[in-house]
C-alpha cells in the first residue's frame, strides 16, 4: 500500500521550503541534536558525524510531533465552558482561560513550527461531524478546507468521521460535489490535503481497511509512521446507517498487526492515532500525571490499550474523551511511553519532541519529551482563517441569524440531569404528541447534546436571543423523531441499562421529560442503582404490563448508546429532525418580553 500521494509530498514539499527560508539565525541542527541526546549518551555518541550546518547529519535528531484531536468543525471560538480550559497554578490553585478558534489554533502551529525543520503535524480524529452550523451546514467541507491550511498532515478516523456514512467520509477524503446539495461555491470541492487512517476499520465486503491503515513521513533520512484506528465500539454510538456495510477490529490487535508491517518495511519509528481515550486524574490540562502522588495517572479504555500495544510503537496520540492529559504509561516490556490528548473543540494543541536515532533507525524513548498547550486568544489571528470564516459564514448567514427562541439565562448542558437535557426531552414529548396525542414521555442521549445555550449573545442578535446557528450547535445531527411502544418493564430495563452492560463503567444518564422521575442511588452498583420502585409517571408508579408511547431520536430508538431495549420497540412513527422539535418548542413557549427560564433539573433525584 503506497505509505503517501504525489499531491501530499508536493504540499509537504512547499511547507519545507517556506521553513527552510525562515530558519537563519536558529540553532544548527547539530547543536539540537546534540542538546537532545537520551540521558545515557553524549555527544561523543555521534561518532563519525560532522556539523550539521555543513550538510552532515548526527545520529540524534529532534523530530516535534505536533498533535490536537476533536476539533469537532469549531472553526470560531467555542462558546460557554466549551471554549475554555482549566489551568494548574503553581500555588495548586486553578483558573479558567478563554481557549479555541482555528484563526488562533493557525497562529500557534505556525509560531511552534518556527525552526523546526522537521515537524510533523497530526489529529487522533473527530475533525468533523457534530459541528457548528458553519461546518455542518456544509457537510464539514469549511473543516477540511481549514486543516489543510493549517498543514495537518495526518489523521486516524473517530467516531463522528461515520456520523454521514463511509461514502461521504470518502468525498471528505478525495474530494467532489455533495451527491445531494451539490457544490456550495464556484469551485469544486478538493477533499483533504491529508490522509484519513482507518486500519481497524474494514469492508465487510473485501474485508480489507476502508482508507490506508498507516501512513510514513520522511524528511532527509528520517522515517516515521503513523497507524490510525478509532474506537473498536464506533458501531454503538454512530447510526446503524453510518456503519452500514463496515466492521470494527481491535484497537491493540490492528495496531500491532501494521507494526510489524512498518518494520518489515524498515520503519521502526511508530506513533500510534487512536481515537479512543481516557481520564486524567485532574481536569487541569497541564497537571503532571508523571508526578509523585499523581495517583493512577490516566484511567479508563485508553489505559489498558497503552499497555498492550507493542513497545514498538513509539507514542499515542488519542482522543474521544475531550481529556487533556501528557503522560506515560508503561508499554508490555515496562517502559514507559508517552501518551497525549488535547481536549478539544481546537482548545489545546500538543508539542512531543522524538528524539530519532539515525543509526537505528529508533525513537530513543528516554528522550521523548511532551506538553499541552493553550490555543489562547492573545495572539494575532491568522487572516487566512479570517477569510475562510467570513466567507463561510456570509454563506451561512441568511440561515443562521434567524432567531428560534428567547431564554432568561444559561440553560447548561453539564450535570447527571442538566437544564438543557430536561429542555430537549420537553420539546422532543411536546412534538410527538402533535403526532400522536397518547406520547406518554420522552428519552434523550446526553451526548446528543453538544453545547449549552447561553445568554450572552454571540453575535450581532442581542441577549437571550437564541438563533438557529446556536440551535443546529445544540442539536446537529439530522436525527428524526421516533415514536415507539414500550411495556412498562421494558420502560425500566432502559432506565436500568443507563448504569448496566456496556453503561456500567460510564453511565449515560438519559435526560426525561417533565412528569418521569426516579431515584438514582449512586452509593449502589450496576443496575441496582436505578432504584425501581421509585420510578413514577406524572406521580403514578409505571405499570410493567401496561404499554407507554416513548419519543427519543433515531439513534436511541436504533439502539445507540448501549440502550439495547431501546431498539426493541414496537408500533414506529418517524417525524422531523430534532432540532425541528427544539425550534418549535422554544417559538411556541418564548418569546422577547417572555424568555424562557432554564429548568430546574429536578427530576432524578440522586443519592451519593
Same mark, same amino acid.
Given at each position: 500500500?503506497?505509505?503517501?500521494?504525489?499531491?501530499?509530498?508536493?504540499?509537504?514539499?512547499?511547507?519545507?521550503?517556506?521553513?527552510l527560508?525562515?530558519?537563519?539565525?536558529?540553532?544548527?541542527?547539530g547543536?539540537?541534536?546534540?542538546?537532545?541526546?537520551?540521558?545515557?549518551?553524549?555527544a561523543?555518541?555521534?561518532?563519525?558525524?560532522?556539523?550539521?550546518?555543513?550538510?552532515?547529519?548526527?545520529?540524534?535528531?529532534?523530530?516535534?510531533?505536533?498533535?490536537?484531536?476533536?476539533?469537532?468543525?469549531?472553526?470560531?471560538?467555542?462558546? &460557554?465552558?466549551?471554549?475554555?480550559?482549566?489551568?494548574?497554578q503553581?500555588? !495548586? #490553585?486553578?483558573?479558567? $482561560?478563554? *481557549?479555541? =478558534? +482555528?484563526?488562533?489554533?493557525?497562529?500557534?502551529?505556525?509560531?511552534?513550527?518556527?525552526?523546526?525543520?522537521?515537524?510533523?503535524?497530526?489529529?487522533?480524529?473527530?475533525?468533523?461531524?457534530?459541528?457548528?452550523?458553519?461546518?455542518?451546514?456544509?457537510h464539514?467541507?469549511?473543516?477540511?478546507?481549514a486543516?489543510?491550511?493549517?498543514?495537518?498532515?495526518?489523521?486516524?478516523?473517530?467516531?463522528?468521521?461515520?456520523?454521514?456514512?463511509?461514502?461521504?467520509?470518502?468525498?471528505?477524503?478525495?474530494?467532489?460535489?455533495?451527491?445531494?446539495?451539490?457544490?456550495?461555491?464556484?469551485?469544486?470541492?478538493?477533499?483533504?490535503d491529508?490522509?484519513?487512517?482507518?486500519?481497524?476499520?474494514?469492508?465487510?465486503?473485501?474485508?480489507?481497511?476502508?482508507?490506508?491503515?498507516?501512513?510514513?513521513?520522511?524528511?532527509? &533520512?528520517?522515517?516515521?509512521?503513523?497507524?490510525?484506528?478509532?474506537?473498536? !465500539? #464506533?458501531?454503538?454510538? $454512530?447510526? *446503524?446507517? =453510518? +456503519?452500514?456495510?463496515?466492521?470494527?477490529?481491535?484497537?491493540?490487535?490492528?495496531?500491532?498487526?501494521y507494526?510489524?508491517?512498518?518494520?518489515?518495511?524498515?520503519?521502526?519509528?511508530?506513533?500510534?492515532?487512536?481515537?479512543?481515550?481516557?481520564?486524567?486524574?485532574?481536569?487541569?490540562?497541564?497537571?503532571?500525571?508523571?508526578?509523585?502522588?499523581?495517583?493512577?495517572?490516566?484511567?479508563?479504555?485508553?489505559?489498558?490499550?497503552?499497555?498492550?500495544?507493542?513497545?514498538?510503537?513509539?507514542?499515542?496520540?488519542?482522543?474521544?474523551?475531550?481529556?487533556?492529559?501528557?503522560?506515560?504509561?508503561?508499554?508490555?516490556?515496562?517502559k514507559?511511553?508517552?501518551?497525549?490528548?488535547?481536549?478539544?473543540?481546537?482548545?489545546?494543541?500538543?508539542?512531543?519532541?522524538?528524539?530519532?536515532?539515525?543509526?537505528?533507525?529508533?525513537?530513543?524513548?528516554?528522550?521523548?519529551?511532551?506538553?499541552?498547550?493553550?490555543?489562547?486568544?492573545? $495572539?494575532?489571528?491568522?487572516?487566512d482563517?479570517?477569510?475562510?470564516?467570513?466567507?463561510?459564514?456570509?454563506?451561512?448567514?441568511?440561515?443562521?441569524?434567524?432567531?428560534?427562541?428567547?431564554?432568561?439565562?444559561?440553560?447548561?448542558?453539564?450535570?447527571?440531569?442538566?437544564?438543557?437535557?430536561?429542555?430537549?426531552?420537553?420539546?422532543?414529548?411536546?412534538?410527538?404528541?402533535?403526532?400522536?396525542?397518547?406520547?406518554?414521555?420522552?428519552?434523550?442521549?446526553?451526548?446528543?447534546?453538544?453545547?449549552?445555550?447561553?445568554?450572552?449573545a454571540?453575535?450581532?442578535?442581542?441577549?437571550?436571543?437564541?438563533?438557529?446557528?446556536?440551535?443546529?450547535?445544540?442539536?446537529?445531527?439530522?436525527?428524526?423523531?421516533?415514536?415507539q411502544?414500550?411495556?412498562?418493564?421494558?420502560?425500566?430495563?432502559?432506565?436500568?441499562?443507563?448504569?448496566s452492560?456496556?453503561?456500567?463503567?460510564a453511565?449515560?444518564?438519559?435526560?426525561?421529560?417533565?412528569?418521569?422521575?426516579?431515584?438514582?442511588?449512586?452509593?449502589?452498583?450496576?443496575?441496582?442503582?436505578?432504584?425501581?420502585?421509585?420510578?413514577?409517571?406524572?406521580?403514578?408508579?409505571?405499570?410493567?404490563?401496561?404499554?407507554?408511547?416513548?419519543?427519543?431520536?433515531?439513534?436511541?430508538?436504533?439502539?445507540?448508546?448501549?440502550?439495547?431495549?431501546?431498539?426493541?420497540?414496537?408500533?414506529?412513527?418517524?417525524?422531523?429532525?430534532?432540532?425541528?422539535?427544539?425550534?418549535?418548542?422554544?417559538?411556541?413557549?418564548?418569546?422577547?418580553?417572555?424568555?424562557?427560564?432554564?429548568?430546574?433539573?429536578?427530576?432524578?433525584?440522586i443519592?451519593?
Amino acid at each position: 500500500m503506497p505509505a503517501t500521494s504525489p499531491a501530499h509530498h508536493q504540499r509537504r514539499r512547499r511547507r519545507t521550503n517556506r521553513l527552510l527560508a525562515t530558519a537563519a539565525g536558529v540553532l544548527t541542527a547539530g547543536a539540537l541534536a546534540a542538546a537532545a541526546l537520551p540521558g545515557s549518551a553524549s555527544a561523543d555518541d555521534s561518532r563519525g558525524s560532522k556539523d550539521t550546518s555543513r550538510g552532515y547529519h548526527g545520529r540524534y535528531q529532534d523530530v516535534q510531533l505536533l498533535s490536537f484531536n476533536d476539533l469537532h468543525g469549531n472553526l470560531q471560538p467555542p462558546s &460557554g465552558s466549551s471554549g475554555r480550559v482549566t489551568e494548574l497554578q503553581p500555588d !495548586g #490553585t486553578t483558573k479558567t $482561560v478563554d *481557549a479555541g =478558534g +482555528v484563526e488562533y489554533l493557525a497562529t500557534h502551529l505556525r509560531e511552534a513550527r518556527k525552526g523546526n525543520r522537521y515537524s510533523i503535524t497530526a489529529a487522533g480524529g473527530d475533525m468533523v461531524g457534530a459541528s457548528p452550523l458553519i461546518s455542518g451546514l456544509f457537510h464539514d467541507e469549511p473543516t477540511i478546507e481549514a486543516l489543510n491550511k493549517l498543514d495537518l498532515d495526518v489523521t486516524s478516523v473517530g467516531n463522528h468521521e461515520f456520523d454521514e456514512g463511509a461514502a461521504e467520509l470518502g468525498r471528505l477524503q478525495n474530494g467532489g460535489c455533495h451527491p445531494v446539495d451539490g457544490c456550495y461555491t464556484d469551485e469544486e470541492f478538493e477533499g483533504a490535503d491529508f490522509p484519513y487512517l482507518a486500519a481497524n476499520v474494514l469492508d465487510e465486503k473485501t474485508e480489507k481497511p476502508l482508507l490506508k491503515p498507516y501512513w510514513v513521513w520522511k524528511q532527509k &533520512g528520517v522515517k516515521v509512521g503513523f497507524i490510525g484506528v478509532t474506537l473498536e !465500539g #464506533t458501531p454503538d454510538i $454512530v447510526s *446503524a446507517e =453510518g +456503519v452500514k456495510g463496515l466492521s470494527f477490529k481491535d484497537e491493540v490487535e490492528t495496531i500491532n498487526k501494521y507494526a510489524k508491517v512498518l518494520q518489515r518495511q524498515g520503519v521502526k519509528s511508530i506513533v500510534a492515532l487512536i481515537h479512543e481515550g481516557g481520564f486524567p486524574a485532574s481536569s487541569s490540562y497541564n497537571y503532571d500525571c508523571d508526578s509523585p502522588g499523581a495517583g493512577d495517572g490516566i484511567s479508563g479504555p485508553i489505559a489498558d490499550i497503552a499497555e498492550n500495544v507493542t513497545p514498538q510503537v513509539d507514542a499515542l496520540v488519542t482522543g474521544h474523551t475531550h481529556a487533556a492529559y501528557a503522560c506515560t504509561i508503561p508499554d508490555p516490556s515496562g517502559k514507559p511511553r508517552t501518551v497525549t490528548s488535547a481536549a478539544s473543540f481546537g482548545r489545546l494543541y500538543t508539542d512531543t519532541t522524538l528524539t530519532y536515532d539515525r543509526w537505528t533507525g529508533d525513537i530513543a524513548r528516554t528522550a521523548v519529551k511532551s506538553a499541552n498547550h493553550v490555543v489562547t486568544r492573545d $495572539v494575532p489571528k491568522a487572516p487566512d482563517m479570517t477569510r475562510l470564516i467570513d466567507r463561510w459564514n456570509t454563506l451561512a448567514a441568511p440561515i443562521g441569524n434567524r432567531p428560534i427562541g428567547y431564554i432568561a439565562g444559561d440553560i447548561v448542558k453539564d450535570g447527571t440531569e442538566s437544564p438543557l437535557g430536561d429542555l430537549i426531552a420537553d420539546a422532543q414529548l411536546a412534538y410527538g404528541r402533535t403526532l400522536d396525542a397518547e406520547t406518554d414521555l420522552a428519552l434523550m442521549n446526553p451526548g446528543g447534546i453538544r453545547a449549552s445555550l447561553t445568554h450572552a449573545a454571540g453575535g450581532s442578535e442581542g441577549d437571550g436571543v437564541v438563533t438557529f446557528a446556536e440551535g443546529f450547535t445544540v442539536q446537529p445531527f439530522a436525527n428524526t423523531v421516533n415514536l415507539q411502544d414500550f411495556t412498562g418493564a421494558q420502560l425500566i430495563q432502559v432506565l436500568k441499562e443507563q448504569v448496566s452492560g456496556g453503561n456500567e463503567a460510564a453511565p449515560k444518564i438519559l435526560q426525561i421529560s417533565s412528569g418521569l422521575t426516579y431515584t438514582l442511588d449512586l452509593t449502589k452498583t450496576g443496575a441496582d442503582r436505578v432504584v425501581t420502585d421509585s420510578i413514577k409517571l406524572n406521580g403514578s408508579a409505571i405499570d410493567q404490563a401496561a404499554t407507554y408511547r416513548v419519543a427519543t431520536n433515531s439513534f436511541l430508538a436504533g439502539g445507540g448508546d448501549g440502550f439495547p431495549t431501546l431498539g426493541q420497540g414496537t408500533n414506529d412513527l418517524v417525524g422531523e429532525d430534532d432540532l425541528t422539535a427544539l425550534e418549535r418548542y422554544l417559538t411556541a413557549n418564548s418569546s422577547a418580553t417572555s424568555p424562557l427560564a432554564p429548568p430546574a433539573a429536578d427530576r432524578i433525584t440522586i443519592v451519593r
